[in-house]
Structures are given as structure tokens and as C-alpha cells.
């Protein structure tokens, strides 16, 4: 008896795990295609050399785009702890909420200092939590997505409070740099959650129809 119970956990808890993994997917590819529209928006800025103007970039118009960002984001956010297992909703809430305090700043900041001031403590403080995600996932299918978005927040929050003669625009490059990665890699981890858990139970199924000729 004690043999079979063993044998069955075990194979209970990853069933579960892929479970929750798949239903997280959806939820993972909007994050990513939010974070790679906003990547693409500010890393490829126009910057034109024979320009001036297009090599500079006011700080109001940085500060719109992040918050116009962090207010989507904040919103899948709640989407996905809705959608996540509970040992980490409240955590991915918190990650929500955190968006918020920032946005704030970001209105009211009108150097390059105050915006990086700003975005370097969202990125940690997101960082951090995305590295509390993934303690708690660890064994769930492909929870290593977590920790590279934690490393990407965090190595954002350290440039951007290092970079003291940055400006908005090479601000605004590197948060996209890093919604970039992280977007990619939500979108990859999303789909591959997704196509995982469908063939399981294409797997699923096909034991059960042999089941019956065996028989």
C-alpha cells in the first residue's frame, strides 16, 4: 500500500502543477506582448544623428509612456494573480500595487534623477517579488521564466540608480530594454505552458481510448 501511495503523489502533484501552469499561460502572453510593445516603442526610438532633436527626449514624454505602461501592466497584472496559483496570488497582486506609488512619482517628476529615482525602485522592488514567484514555483513546469524576469528588474533598477548623467531617453531605452526580455520571455513561457498542458491531455486521452481495446 504504502508502495502505491509513493508511486501516486508524486504523479498527482505534477499533474496539479501542470495545471496551474497552464492556466497562467494566457495571462503570461499579454504581460509579454504589452512588455514587447513598450520595448519596441521606446528602444527603437527614432535617433537620427543629422537630427538633433530626435537624440534627446523630454522627460514628460518618458514619463507618459512609462505610466501609460505601468497602468496596463498594473491591470494584467490583477489578471494574472487571478488566474495564478495561491501561493502566489498575493504576492502578483502586490506586484499590481507596487505600480501604483510609481505612477505617482512619474507624474510628478520632472528630471531625469526623479524619473530614474522612480523607475530603479518599481524595477527592484518588481525584481524582488518576481524572485519570490519563482521560490514558490519552483516546481512547476518552466518556472525558471520568473527568475530571468526577476534578474532583468533587478539589473534595471541597479543601471538605472548608477547611471547618473543618464537621460530620458537612454531612460526610457533601457526600461524598454528590459520589458523587451521580459515580454519575450512571458510570451515563450505562455505558449509553452499552454502547449504542454494540451499535450498532456492529448496523451490523457489517448491512454483512455486504448484502455477500453485492451481490455
Known sequence: ??????RTEPTLSAEKNLTDASVMGAPMIVRGVLGVLFGFAT?????DAVDPTQ????VGVVDLLCMVYLGLLALVLVYQALRSPVSVRTAVFGQAIVTVPAIVFLAIADTPAELRAALSIWAILTG??????????VHHPMATD?????VVHVLLGIILLA???LEALAIAGFTGAAALIAGVIFIIGGYSRISKARQARRAERS?????????
Open 1 to 6: 500500500m504504502s508502495t502505491e501511495e509513493s
Open 43 to 47: 528602444v527603437f526610438w527614432p535617433r
Open 55 to 58: 537624440l534627446s527626449l523630454g
Open 128 to 137: 524582488l517579488i518576481e524572485l519570490w514567484n519563482y521560490r514558490k514555483l
Open 146 to 150: 520568473f527568475l530571468i524576469s526577476a
Open 163 to 165: 547611471g547618473d548623467s
Open 207 to 215: 491512454a483512455d481510448d486504448e484502455a477500453p481495446e485492451a481490455e
